[in-house]
Nanobody
Framework: QAQLMESGGGSVQAGGSLRLACTYAVNTFYCMGWFRQAPGKEREGVAA????????MYADSVKGRFIISRDSVKNTLYLQMNSLEVEDSAVYYC???????????????????WGQGTQVTVSS
């Protein structure tokens, strides 16, 4: 299984920005996604990107604010988070699954390889 590791989390004020990164040890063209989980809440899909990077999808709550991208040369997945809101506070995880087209890309149950997460805290 590919080894994933998130970075870039931190604490920011509402309206600020963060860029998360997820590196993977072995290059992959499979679907990858970002998920988050806040205390007392279920894990939710935030954004996903197809193996080739041509298709992206976002949760309604982050559309227009977050951008997912990937760099196959650097073996890195990114999540640019802008206009952060307090409700965005959560542990963010990157994940991958054995699919290139990313159908149902925000369904966390379809992903089989996960990073350990990075904390994002947004204060008002």
């Amino acid at each position: 299984q590919a080894q994933l590791m998130e970075s870039g989390g931190g604490s920011v004020q509402a309206g600020g920005s963060l860029r998360l990164a997820c590196t993977y040890a072995v290059n992959t063209f499979y679907c990858m996604g970002w998920f988050r989980q806040a205390p007392g809440k279920e894990r939710e899909g935030v954004a996903a990107i197809s193996g080739t990077g041509t298709r992206t999808m976002y949760a309604d709550s982050v559309k227009g604010r977050f951008i997912i991208s990937r760099d196959s040369v650097k073996n890195t997945l990114y999540l640019q988070m802008n206009s952060l809101e307090v409700e965005d506070s959560a542990v963010y995880y990157c994940a991958t699954r054995l699919s290139a087209d990313c159908q149902s890309g925000l369904d966390h149950t379809l992903y089989n390889t996960w990073g350990q997460g990075t904390q994002v805290t947004v204060s008002s």
